[in-house]
């Protein structure tokens, strides 16, 4: 989870030093952004499916990579149960922090 904490938090440094300047991100920044973070999340699911000892068909990591934000929670309920519709909830809150932070700041401090 450390490391989607590492992503999330260079994400919304990237999105709030951008509003600061003035400018937007790229589109080849944004997609990077996403790319990796699809790639932590994707990572720390196959980590903890192997820990927990949850069978998968071989592709389960792909699939989690380019459709983490369906799968994420869908597994999160499977392998916890109903404590996992707060953790997935939590996990969706925490990835979109870049663009929770830029659009705070956009209201508050540009508003």
Partial sequence: MGAIGLVVAIGSVANVYAMLRGVELSRGTAWLYYLTL??????????????RGIPAPFEYGAFAFFVWPLLAPYYLIQSRGW????????????????????????RFLFG
């Fill in 83 to 106: 404590r996992g519709l707060a953790v997935a909830a939590g996990l969706l809150v925490f990835c979109s922090l870049p663009d929770i932070a830029a659009l705070l700041l956009d």
């Fill in 38 to 51: 699809s790639y932590v999340v994707a990572w720390w699911i196959e980590a903890d499916r192997k820990s």
